[in-house]
Protein backbone atom coordinates (compact mmCIF):
# COMPACT_ATOMS: atom_id res chain seq x y z
CA UNK A 1 0.00 0.00 0.00
CA UNK A 2 3.09 2.51 0.60
CA UNK A 3 4.65 1.79 -2.44
CA UNK A 4 2.08 3.16 -4.62
CA UNK A 5 1.10 6.09 -1.91
CA UNK A 6 4.49 6.96 -2.99
CA UNK A 7 4.08 6.95 -6.93
CA UNK A 8 0.83 9.15 -6.31
CA UNK A 9 2.59 11.57 -4.04
CA UNK A 10 5.45 11.85 -6.48
CA UNK A 11 3.20 12.59 -9.45
CA UNK A 12 1.30 15.04 -7.42
CA UNK A 13 4.47 16.53 -6.92
CA UNK A 14 5.23 16.86 -10.42
CA UNK A 15 2.05 17.98 -11.47
CA UNK A 16 2.16 20.74 -9.03
CA UNK A 17 5.62 21.82 -9.93
CA UNK A 18 4.50 22.18 -13.34
CA UNK A 19 1.36 24.23 -12.41
CA UNK A 20 3.53 27.12 -10.93
CA UNK A 21 6.28 26.85 -13.68
CA UNK A 22 3.63 27.65 -16.07
CA UNK A 23 1.93 30.02 -13.96
CA UNK A 24 5.74 31.86 -13.52
CA UNK A 25 5.93 32.27 -17.00
CA UNK A 26 2.31 33.34 -17.72
CA UNK A 27 2.94 36.34 -15.14
CA UNK A 28 6.08 37.11 -16.27
CA UNK A 29 5.01 37.28 -19.83
CA UNK A 30 1.60 38.44 -19.36
CA UNK A 31 2.43 42.44 -20.44
CA UNK A 32 4.26 41.34 -23.55
CA UNK A 33 2.94 43.25 -26.73
CA UNK A 34 3.14 42.49 -30.39
CA UNK A 35 1.32 44.62 -33.46
CA UNK A 36 -2.20 42.79 -33.60
CA UNK A 37 -1.49 42.93 -37.56
CA UNK A 38 1.14 40.43 -38.58
CA UNK A 39 2.47 42.55 -41.38
CA UNK A 40 3.54 45.32 -38.88
CA UNK A 41 5.37 42.84 -36.32
CA UNK A 42 9.27 42.03 -36.58
CA UNK A 43 9.62 39.18 -38.73
CA UNK A 44 9.14 35.82 -37.21
CA UNK A 45 7.68 37.01 -33.83
CA UNK A 46 4.58 35.91 -32.68
CA UNK A 47 3.76 36.83 -29.24
CA UNK A 48 3.42 35.15 -25.97
CA UNK A 49 1.08 32.07 -26.01
CA UNK A 50 -0.13 31.80 -22.40
CA UNK A 51 -0.96 28.30 -21.25
CA UNK A 52 -2.77 26.16 -18.62
CA UNK A 53 -2.13 22.91 -16.88
CA UNK A 54 -4.81 19.97 -16.66
CA UNK A 55 -4.85 17.09 -14.68
CA UNK A 56 -4.95 13.87 -16.61
CA UNK A 57 -5.74 10.82 -14.10
CA UNK A 58 -3.11 7.81 -15.16
CA UNK A 59 -3.62 3.99 -14.76
CA UNK A 60 -3.13 2.99 -11.02
CA UNK A 61 -3.16 6.07 -9.44
CA UNK A 62 -1.06 9.68 -9.74
CA UNK A 63 -1.45 12.21 -12.22
CA UNK A 64 0.27 13.44 -15.33
CA UNK A 65 0.35 17.39 -16.50
CA UNK A 66 -0.71 18.36 -19.75
CA UNK A 67 -0.29 21.54 -21.01
CA UNK A 68 -2.11 23.38 -22.92
CA UNK A 69 -2.49 26.64 -24.76
CA UNK A 70 -4.93 29.24 -23.79
CA UNK A 71 -7.82 29.82 -26.63
CA UNK A 72 -7.87 32.84 -27.61
CA UNK A 73 -4.45 33.38 -26.50
CA UNK A 74 -4.15 37.22 -26.78
CA UNK A 75 -6.81 40.15 -26.38
CA UNK A 76 -6.38 43.08 -28.51
CA UNK A 77 -5.11 46.65 -26.80
CA UNK A 78 -4.95 50.50 -28.15
CA UNK A 79 -1.24 51.14 -28.34
CA UNK A 80 -1.70 54.86 -27.76
CA UNK A 81 -0.46 55.62 -31.08
CA UNK A 82 -3.79 55.05 -32.85
CA UNK A 83 -3.28 50.99 -33.45
CA UNK A 84 -4.22 47.52 -31.58
CA UNK A 85 -2.11 45.56 -30.42
CA UNK A 86 -2.37 42.11 -29.24
CA UNK A 87 -1.25 41.14 -25.33
CA UNK A 88 -0.94 37.80 -24.20
CA UNK A 89 -4.90 36.51 -22.58
CA UNK A 90 -3.58 36.34 -19.09
CA UNK A 91 -5.73 36.63 -15.73
CA UNK A 92 -3.31 37.88 -13.10
CA UNK A 93 -5.51 37.31 -10.45
CA UNK A 94 -5.87 33.75 -11.46
CA UNK A 95 -2.64 33.24 -11.87
CA UNK A 96 -1.82 34.18 -8.32
CA UNK A 97 -5.01 32.37 -7.24
CA UNK A 98 -3.37 29.60 -9.26
CA UNK A 99 0.17 29.78 -7.52
CA UNK A 100 -1.05 30.00 -4.07
CA UNK A 101 -2.94 26.33 -4.61
CA UNK A 102 -0.29 24.81 -6.61
CA UNK A 103 1.80 25.62 -3.52
CA UNK A 104 -0.89 23.82 -0.97
CA UNK A 105 -1.31 20.95 -2.98
CA UNK A 106 2.53 20.56 -3.36
CA UNK A 107 2.48 20.48 0.49
CA UNK A 108 -0.36 18.10 0.62
CA UNK A 109 1.57 15.82 -1.56
CA UNK A 110 4.35 16.15 0.15
CA UNK A 111 2.42 14.91 3.13
CA UNK A 112 1.31 12.02 1.38
CA UNK A 113 5.22 10.70 0.83
CA UNK A 114 6.18 11.72 4.23
CA UNK A 115 3.11 9.48 5.59
CA UNK A 116 3.57 6.77 3.11
CA UNK A 117 6.92 6.69 4.27
CA UNK A 118 6.29 6.34 8.14
CA UNK A 119 3.87 3.60 7.49
CA UNK A 120 6.49 1.67 5.19
CA UNK A 121 8.91 2.17 8.06
CA UNK A 122 6.30 0.81 10.98
CA UNK A 123 5.51 -2.24 8.51
CA UNK A 124 9.38 -3.08 8.38
CA UNK A 125 9.73 -2.42 12.31
CA UNK A 126 6.89 -5.14 13.21
CA UNK A 127 8.21 -7.86 10.60
CA UNK A 128 11.56 -7.18 11.13
Do not use: H
Not at 35 to 49: I, K, N, S, V
Not at 50 to 57: D, G, L
Not at 103 to 121: G, K
Amino acid sequence: MAIPALSIGVSALRMNETRVAVAADNIANATNRVALDPAARPQGETGYTPRTVAPVSLDGGGVRATIQAVDPASTAVPNGQGGVDAMPNVDLTTEIITLNDASRSYESAASVIRTADEMQQTLLDVVG
